[in-house]
C-alpha cells in the first residue's frame, strides 16, 4: 500500500510564477489536508478537503493560495504570484475514518518550495 | 486560538531515556499524537493517545498526559542514535491538527 505521494519534491519558481503542488492521498483515504512548515517552524493547518469539497479553509490565505480535491486525480494545491515569503515546505496527510472513531493523519514527503 | 508548545533542544547519551514534553491550551483536545521527522523527510506518526487516557505505552514509546495540567510527554526508552530527529507533538482541533514547534533530539555515543 503506497504511501501519500507529493510532486514534485522540490520546486523552484521566480517571484510572480504560479506553483502547483500536488498529492495523491493513500488508496482509501478520502480525506486530504495540507500543512506548510516554514523554516525551524512547526507545521500550520491550511485547508482540509474532501472529494470534491472544501471542508475547512481557516488556515489558507485570503489571496493568492487555492486548493482542490477533484473527483478524479490528486488534491492540488496552487499558488498564484509567488512571493518570497512563500518559500516553505507544504506537506500533505490523507485519513481515512478508523474503527475507534479515530483518524489518524498519514503525511507525505512534502514538496519543497524555494522562490527566488 | 489553540497553542501548542514545546521545548526546542533536548540532548541525551545513546542509552539513556528521553522525555520529551509538550503543554497545550485546548482542553476539548480528543487525541493527542506525537510525529516524527528526520532530516529532509515528512512526519512519521509515532503514536497517539486517548484524552480519557493517562498512560499509553507502545514498545520503547511511553505517552503520559495529565488532562488537569494539559501536559504531554512523550519517553523513549534505551535512546538510540537512529532516534535523532524533531519530534512534534500535536493536538485535534475539530477536523485539523496543532503542531508544537518541535523539540530537536540529539542523541550522543
Known amino acids: 500500500n503506497a504511501g501519500v505521494m507529493q510532486n514534485p519534491r522540490h520546486l523552484v519558481r521566480r517571484r510572480g510564477q504560479e506553483a502547483r503542488l500536488r498529492c495523491s492521498p493513500m488508496?482509501?483515504?478520502?480525506?486530504v489536508y495540507w500543512y506548510r512548515q516554514l523554516p525551524e517552524e512547526g507545521l500550520k493547518f491550511m485547508v482540509y478537503l474532501q472529494k470534491e469539497n472544501i471542508i475547512d479553509e481557516s488556515g489558507m490565505p485570503k489571496e493568492r493560495f487555492s486548493a482542490e480535491f477533484p473527483k478524479e486525480g490528486p488534491s492540488i494545491l496552487r499558488i498564484q504570484q509567488v512571493v518570497r515569503g512563500d518559500s516553505a515546505a507544504y506537506f500533505c496527510a490523507s485519513s481515512s475514518w478508523t474503527g475507534e472513531d479515530s483518524y489518524e493523519q498519514y503525511f507525505g514527503p512534502g514538496t519543497r518550495l524555494t522562490v527566488t | 486560538g489553540e497553542d501548542v508548545e514545546q521545548s526546542l533542544f533536548l540532548s541525551v547519551r545513546e542509552g539513556d531515556s528521553s522525555v520529551i514534553n509538550c503543554t497545550y491550551t485546548?482542553?476539548?483536545?480528543?487525541?493527542l499524537y506525537w510525529y516524527k521527522q528526520e532530516p529532509g523527510a515528512g512526519l512519521q506518526l509515532l503514536t497517539y493517545?486517548?484524552?480519557?487516557?493517562d498512560m499509553k505505552q507502545d514498545q520503547r514509546l511511553t505517552v503520559l498526559l495529565n488532562k488537569k495540567d494539559k501536559h504531554l510527554s512523550l519517553r523513549i526508552a534505551d535512546t538510540q542514535t537512529g532516534d535523532s530527529a524533531i519530534y512534534f507533538c500535536a493536538v485535534d482541533n475539530t477536523d485539523k491538527l496543532i503542531f508544537g514547534t518541535g523539540t530537536r533530539l540529539q542523541v550522543f555515543p
Open positions: 485546548d482542553s476539548s483536545s480528543t487525541y
Open positions: 488508496k482509501g483515504h478520502s480525506h
Open positions: 493517545i486517548f484524552s480519557n487516557m
